[in-house]
């Protein structure tokens, strides 16, 4: 009777597994990694020159524009299919900038020329040249449809009156090629520029005597900058870093992220949220940079969230308005776009881009537990999150080794996982005898074949950092037990001598690694102080 209640208790257990075997180390999802991975991968390749610019339109639907090579191509952002391209540029194209009512959308390329095209026509409405060098961003106010501003690698900044096509000043200051700049979401009358000088200066157009009003020294050569939504900070990046400025509080450094190993090349705010309703929206920037890696960085917390690896170094990065698509261009022609997917709402039977419809072609009412067909669903309806699922159990397979455990045949089932070579299993069954306290017992009744099989599992698994715990006791254990068998058979005497073998090379390594460590370790506090 107490034998089957044993037996009822321990058949809970089976199959029996390793509990010495290392659990992967699996950095668990944030809820913000999930929001990032919610977008679905698309790739739109050959286009055949670095990505150097993408910008979205501010009304929806938000088409964007990529400028690659001597053109500049528009696409749908739900889709991600070529709407229209414009090629009427001499050279490379550098930069673009859509107006804020989204009718307009200005080029620059690297002959020193800026132009302003209409979206639906494409046709080329201003040609505004004055830039002695190549152009290198272009950028519309936020708060004013009536001007531009560039700048270029004649060190030069540019405020355009693009009506008369002409320049309404020249802002003076750089020392070296003026790489980017980005104009104030709160101020139309203000805007940044950043240069290879190291600079990021401030400007004012209302400030008579066309000098910058505010610099910040980022320390190396600035390849981006951009207001954050507050209008009080901005944001850097050069080198391998990204910089946090408050410009309100004098131009001092918030903070500076380090996270990519090589040049960020651009920068953007992106939002994060959930539904309205439901969550306020968030601000991010999102970083890329020649290592291949996009960072999504929080700077409310200051610390980076999210991290992404693409097969190719990125050159450009953008976010659209609606928090829906997520773009980043390559320097081989390849734009990794990104459209978020979004879960059906399973009130209105709706989700945001179809709905349920029947034969006619009218709205399908949801299924709903109030309904009759509710209950009449197939078995290939697929649960609601509300829903309780009853599951059928699973039929379990048992090994071999498993079922003489059950019968307690406790030396049949040890022997026959060491023929298996399985050492994961071998050490799950030894593990179940020393439980059930018959590990040592089933050593005492091998026979010279059965133990020569134990023998040779020791010398191989024994110095396995995963189970040396065990079988290191137990290779002592045996060893005492058997040694009058072991000193009567030669090939006994020689797993012996294999095992000890394995056992002074492990010491040996062990040894070599530890002068290595003190070695090391007086280095590594050094370049800790510095």
Excluded at 95 to 123: E, H, M, N, P, Y
Aim: proline letters at 4%.
């Amino acid at each position: 009777m107490e034998e089957h209640q044993a037996s009822q208790q321990i058949s809970k257990v089976f199959p029996i597994k390793p509990k010495l075997k290392p659990k992967p180390r699996t950095q668990s999802q944030t809820s913000e990694s999930k929001y990032w991975s919610s977008f679905k991968s698309h790739q739109i390749p050959d286009l055949i020159s670095s990505i150097a610019s993408l910008s979205f339109s501010p009304v929806y639907p938000h088409v964007f524009a990529a400028a690659h090579s001597a053109s500049l191509t528009f696409y749908s952002s739900q889709t991600f299919s070529s709407a229209s391209s414009i090629s009427s540029f001499s050279d490379v194209v550098s930069s673009t900038s859509f107006r804020s009512d989204g009718a307009l959308i200005a080029a620059s390329d690297v002959s020193g020329l800026v132009q302003v095209f209409d979206v639906k026509t494409r046709t080329p409405l201003r040609r505004l040249r004055s830039h002695t060098r190549a152009v290198r961003f272009v950028k519309y106010p936020l708060l004013d449809k009536l001007h531009l501003v560039s700048g270029g690698d004649d060190a030069v900044v540019k405020y355009w009156d693009v009506a008369g096509e002409s320049v309404v000043l020249d802002l003076l200051g750089h020392k070296d090629y003026v790489r980017c700049g980005d104009c104030s979401p709160v101020n139309g009358d203000m805007f940044i520029t950043g240069s290879y000088d190291h600079t990021v200066k401030v400007w004012d157009v209302r400030v008579e005597n066309s000098k910058s009003v505010m610099e910040v020294n980022h320390g190396k050569p600035v390849e981006d900058v951009i207001f954050l939504p507050s209008g009080g900070l901005v944001a850097t990046a050069g080198g391998n870093s990204v910089k946090i400025w408050d410009l309100i509080g004098g131009g001092k450094m918030v903070f500076s992220m380090e996270s990519h190993n090589k040049t960020v090349t651009s920068i953007c705010v992106g939002r994060i949220g959930k539904e309205s309703g439901e969550e306020a929206m968030q601000n991010r920037i999102l970083s890329v940079a020649l290592d291949g890696y996009m960072k999504v960085f929080d700077y409310g917390k200051m610390k980076v969230t999210h991290s992404t690896r693409f097969p190719a170094p990125l050159m450009s990065v953008g976010f659209s308005p609606d928090s829906m698509t997520r773009l980043i261009g390559t320097s081989k022609g390849i734009i990794f776009a990104g459209r978020r997917k979004m879960k059906e709402n399973v009130e209105t039977g709706t989700g945001n881009f179809w709905q349920l419809t029947n034969e006619a072609g009218k709205p399908r009412r949801p299924l709903r537990p109030t309904y009759f067909r509710y209950f009449h669903r197939g078995q290939s309806e697929k649960p609601s999150k509300d829903d309780y699922l009853v599951m059928r159990p699973k039929k379990v397979k048992l090994g071999e080794h498993d079922k003489l455990l059950k019968k307690f045949r406790h030396k049949e089932a040890l022997v026959s996982v060491l023929s298996k070579k399985n050492p994961a299993n071998t050490v799950a069954v030894m593990e179940e005898l020393v439980a059930r306290r018959k590990l040592l017992k089933s050593i005492s009744n091998m026979d010279n074949e059965e133990l020569g099989l134990l023998l040779m599992f020791l010398q191989k698994q024994s110095t396995m950092p995963r189970y040396s715990g065990l079988l290191m006791g137990l290779t002592k254990k045996v060893l005492e037990l058997r040694a009058e068998d072991i000193g009567a058979c030669d090939a006994l005497k020689g797993h012996v001598r294999n095992l000890k073998r394995s056992i002074d090379e492990e010491i040996r390594i062990q040894q070599a690694l530890q002068e290595i460590e003190g070695i090391i370790s007086p280095l590594l506090r050094i370049a800790g102080r510095r």
